[in-house]
C-alpha cells in the first residue's frame, strides 16, 4: 500500500453533523476500498485563496492514509459526488511509504 494525503474544503456554514456525516463517509470509503486512516487533522476554518461558489472561507481537514494505487479512483468519485465538499484534492506520499 502506498501513503496518500487528502485535503478537502467544506463550507465553514456547514453543520457539525452534516460535517461528521462527511467524515464519516470518508473514512468508510476509505476503509471499503481496504485502506487505513493514519491521521485526521482539523485545520478549522481559513480563508481561501480565491471565491468559489460564493464562499471566502472553507473548513479545512487533512487525512493520511494508505490504500493501493487502483482504488483512490472510487475515493476521488465519492468526494465528486458528495455535495458537502466543496473542493478536494489527494496527493502521493511516497516520503511515507
Do not use: C, Q, S
Not at 49 to 74: M, R, S
Not at 84 to 90: D, L, P
Request: proline share 3%; aromatic share 6%; hydrophobic share 40%.
Amino acid at each position: 500500500m502506498k501513503a496518500y494525503e487528502l485535503l478537502f474544503i467544506v463550507a465553514p456554514t456547514i453543520d457539525d453533523e452534516t460535517r461528521a456525516a462527511v467524515m464519516k463517509r470518508i473514512d468508510a470509503t476509505i476503509t471499503g476500498v481496504e485502506g487505513t486512516v493514519d491521521n485526521v487533522d482539523n485545520w478549522g476554518k481559513r480563508k481561501l485563496a480565491y471565491e468559489i461558489n460564493g464562499l471566502t472561507d472553507g473548513d479545512y481537514t487533512l487525512i493520511d492514509f494508505h490504500a493501493e494505487p487502483a482504488n483512490i479512483a472510487e475515493i476521488d468519485r465519492v468526494l465528486r459526488i458528495t455535495d458537502a465538499v466543496v473542493r478536494h484534492m489527494i496527493v502521493n506520499r511516497p516520503d511515507r511509504d
